[in-house]
């Protein structure tokens, strides 16, 4: 089994502020997604990396994939309240298999 | 306009009890999967289905049963419902392997 860690568990921080989420593992995976999660509503994809290496942004987030596909991290530069919520990354396998984190909950501060 | 709806949103039921929650796409996408979300364990898959009745065991399978009789409905059944099953579960799709998730907006499922 697969597992993926994400750290840190919770993050408290005031609006502007940097921070960087991060998902680790000991398995090689094919492809990583991240997702944000909002209080009473599903995850919402934010982006896939499938190369090693890979850095994809997506307006003020920064999403990197580890060399050998084992890790990836999630940069917010300038935080907003609009960032709250749980974020999730997921690991898939070339045999189909997905695994989720346990998720980074996030609170911006205004 | 979401391709995928859930069913109900919201149940409180008794233990041992029977309990089928559903799972609606429009998006005519093969692979469908039900989670669970429970606090210090994530999202963990319960069964998927990669076709008309075509279903597989995930990681927490024990107590459901699931059944796709059509594309775009997948039904997950608890068969006589126990407290440790409260739970919220979610629906979601996807058109392949490796693709993205496209998650319902979840039931938050209730047993006393």
């Known amino acids: 089994t697969q597992l993926l860690e994400q750290s840190p568990q919770f ?31 599903g995850p919402v994809l934010l982006v896939t990396v499938v190369t090693g290496g890979e850095v994809k942004k ?3 987030l920064t999403f990197q994939f580890g060399d050998a596909r ?28 997905s695994t989720f984190g346990d998720g980074t909950t996030l609170t911006v501060k205004p | 306009d979401a391709g995928i709806t859930q069913s109900p949103r919201h149940k409180v039921t008794e233990t041992g009890t029977p309990v089928t929650l ?17 606090p210090g364990h994530g999202l963990r898959l319960i069964h998927y289905s990669y076709g008309v009745k075509d279903t597989d065991k ?8 699931v059944s796709r009789s059509k594309t775009e409905d997948f039904l997950l059944t608890l068969e006589s419902a126990t407290s440790s099953q409260t739970s919220v579960y979610f629906c979601a799709i996807r058109s392949g392997q490796g693709k993205g998730y496209t998650f319902g907006s979840g039931t ?4 006393v």
């Open chain 2, 108 to 111: 938050r499922l209730t047993v």
């Open chain 2, 22 to 38: 559903r799972c609606h796409q429009t998006e005519n996408h093969r692979y469908m999967y039900w989670y669970r979300q429970d």
């Open chain 2, 58 to 65: 995930g990681e927490v399978s024990d107590g459901y049963s």
């Open chain 1, 11 to 41: 993050l408290s921080i005031q609006e502007g502020e940097n921070l960087t989420v991060y998902c680790n593992s000991s398995s090689v995976f094919s492809s990583l997604q991240w997702y944000r999660q909002e209080p009473g509503e």
């Open chain 1, 58 to 60: 997506l307006k003020r």
């Open chain 1, 70 to 97: 084992k890790d990836s991290s999630l940069h917010i530069t300038a935080a907003q309240p609009g960032d709250t919520g749980l974020y999730l990354c997921a690991g898939h396998t070339n045999a189909g298999k």
